[in-house]
C-alpha cells in the first residue's frame, strides 16, 4: 500500500533529484563556458605566435642582423679612429719632444755666446773659479726642469683632449 506522504515523499525525491541534475547541468555548462573562452584566447594567442613564427620572427631575425653589421662598422670605425689617435699623439709628442731638443739647443748655444763674450781676464778668472759657469748651470737646470714640467702639461692636455674626442666619436658612433 503506497500512501499520499509516500507518492509525496517519492515526488520530493525525484524533484530535488531534477533539482539536483539541472544544477549540475548549469555547472557544467558554465563550465563549458569558461572552456570555451580559454580556449578561445589560446587560439588566439597561438594564432598570434604562428604569425610571429611565419613573418614577425622574419623581420625580427633582418633587423639583429642589420644591427649586427651596424655593431660591426661601429667597432671597425672605433679601431680605426682609435688608430688615428694614437698617432696624432705620437705625432705630438715627437714635435714636443723636437721642439725642447731645439729649445735646449739655441739655450745652450745662448750659454756659450754668453760665456765666450765675457771671455776677458776676469771672467777667464771666473771661469778657473766655476763661479760664473755654477750659475749658468744652475739657470740652465731650472730652464731645462722648467721646460720639462711645461711638456709634461702640454703632453697631458694632449692627452686629454685626445681621450675627449675619443668620447665624443664614440658617443657620436652610438647616436
Given amino acids: 500500500v503506497v500512501t499520499r506522504d509516500d507518492v509525496e515523499e517519492s515526488l520530493k525525491a525525484v524533484f530535488q533529484f531534477v533539482k539536483d541534475k539541472e544544477q549540475l ?6 563550465q563549458i563556458e569558461e572552456t570555451k573562452k580559454i580556449i578561445s584566447e589560446k587560439q588566439r594567442e597561438r594564432d598570434y605566435w604562428l604569425e610571429y613564427k611565419n613573418v614577425g620572427s622574419k623581420i625580427h631575425a633582418e633587423k639583429i642582423s642589420s644591427l649586427e653589421k651596424d655593431i660591426a662598422e661601429v667597432k671597425n670605425e672605433l679601431e680605426r679612429t682609435e688608430e688615428y689617435y694614437r698617432e696624432a699623439l ?3 709628442r715627437e714635435e714636443n719632444q723636437n721642439l725642447f731638443d731645439r729649445h735646449m739647443k739655441l739655450l745652450s748655444e745662448e750659454a756659450l755666446k754668453n760665456a765666450v763674450g765675457y771671455l776677458d781676464k776676469h771672467c777667464r778668472r771666473e771661469i778657473e773659479e766655476n763661479e760664473w759657469l755654477k750659475e749658468e748651470v744652475k739657470l740652465y737646470r731650472k730652464a731645462h726642469s722648467d721646460l720639462e714640467a711645461s711638456v709634461q702639461l702640454l703632453e697631458e692636455e694632449n692627452t686629454s683632449l685626445v681621450a675627449k674626442l675619443i668620447d665624443i666619436k664614440l658617443q657620436h658612433l652610438r647616436v
Fill in 90 to 92: 705620437k705625432v705630438v
Fill in 25 to 30: 547541468l548549469q555547472d557544467v555548462r558554465s
